[in-house]
């Protein structure tokens, strides 16, 4: 392991250590403990759950808006592709009317 891994590794150690020795020498009742450590895991699931449909639904609303720009570019081009045939109809156009003019001149 490298030594950053190996610092964390021991670090996340010491603390859970030292938070096993921290509860066992509490001054507070074990089923008082228990219990805010309970409370406090069940707010944690609670908060980690509604970040989650957060996270989900922003998700969602990114995809919609991803899809309604991919339909606005693919609009635009098709737009475009058909100006740029209408422009070369016209100009074609243009170029027979010239050859006309200068046949009848």
């Known amino acids: 392991m490298s030594r950053s891994k190996d610092f964390t590794l021991g670090l996340l150690s010491g603390a859970l250590v030292g938070s096993v020795i921290a509860l066992l020498y509490a001054p507070d009742k074990g089923s008082n403990t228990r219990n805010v450590i309970s409370y406090r ?3 944690y699931v609670d908060e ?11 998700k969602h609303a990114i995809s ?9 570019v693919e609009d635009a081009r098709q737009r475009a592709e058909d ?11 243009i170029e027979e009317t010239k050859e006309e003019e200068k046949k009848e001149s």
Not at 48 to 53: G, S
Not at 88 to 93: I, N, P, Q, V, Y
């Open 41 to 43: 895991l069940s707010n």
């Open 48 to 58: 980690l759950t509604h970040l989650i449909e957060r996270l989900s639904e922003e």
């Open 64 to 72: 919609e808006a991803k899809r309604k720009g991919d339909e606005v």
């Open 83 to 93: 100006l740029i045939k209408e422009a070369e109809h016209l100009l074609d156009s």
